[in-house]
């Protein structure tokens, strides 16, 4: 759980501390922290920018609870699952090193083809962050919004956080109905 004093930058739509902590967004400069993997690796969910997602572990998903759930169900129904997750084997990329030149190839070729999707996704949380924040006029003016301010503004109940969530998935997918998906 992210601590309490997080803000949305409403520039670049990262998460800050605001100088308390070793939180930064975009528009600071980076510091590294001995043994953090990510010190600046909270993030609002990069499906639905509705709350906040990732963590200091490289091991952390790079969406909300409800999303990573519903990108599993895409898993189960459809055979597809987008990489969500900060590792690629969380992603199930990975370079067998014991494996002939060709699986190897083949196995490296799968694995960028994530990373420039997992880069996609990062875009698309970050344009719907901003969708978010601009459908809040009365923050028009504000440097920052703060993280519990802008979880309660986006709240929703586990339903209706699910249908977000089916709504994000078709929009980046660029679907109506997840039945248009081909995995061939």
């Given amino acids: 759980m992210p601590p309490i004093d997080f803000y949305v930058c409403t520039t ?3 998460l800050t501390s ?3 902590g070793m939180q930064r967004c975009r ?4 510091k590294a922290y001995p043994g953090v993997d990510c010190p600046s690796g909270y993030h609002l969910c990069y499906m639905c920018a509705s709350v ?3 963590g200091t572990g490289r091991y952390s998903w790079n969406a909300c609870e409800v999303c990573v759930m519903f990108n599993r169900k895409l898993a189960r129904d459809y055979e597809i699952a987008l990489p969500l997750g900060r590792h690629s084997l969380m992603n199930g990329f990975g370079i067998p090193m014991r494996a002939s030149s ?3 190839e083949q196995a490296t070729k799968d694995l960028l ?5 997992a880069g996609a996704i990062e875009d698309w949380g970050l344009l719907q962050a901003r969708a978010l924040f601009e459908s809040v006029l009365s923050w028009k003016s504000q440097p920052y919004v703060a993280r519990s301010t802008w979880e309660a ?5 586990t339903v209706k956080a699910t249908s977000r969530s089916v709504a994000a ?6 679907v109506e109905s997840f039945g248009e998906i081909s995995t061939s």
């Fill in 12 to 14: 670049c739509f990262g």
């Fill in 113 to 117: 083809r994530s990373l420039e999707v």
């Fill in 27 to 30: 528009c600071e400069e980076y």
């Fill in 153 to 157: 503004k986006f709240a929703l109940g």
């Fill in 169 to 174: 998935f078709k929009g980046y997918l660029r």
């Fill in 52 to 54: 906040v997602a990732g």
């Fill in 18 to 20: 605001a100088g308390t």
């Fill in 102 to 104: 060709e699986v190897q």
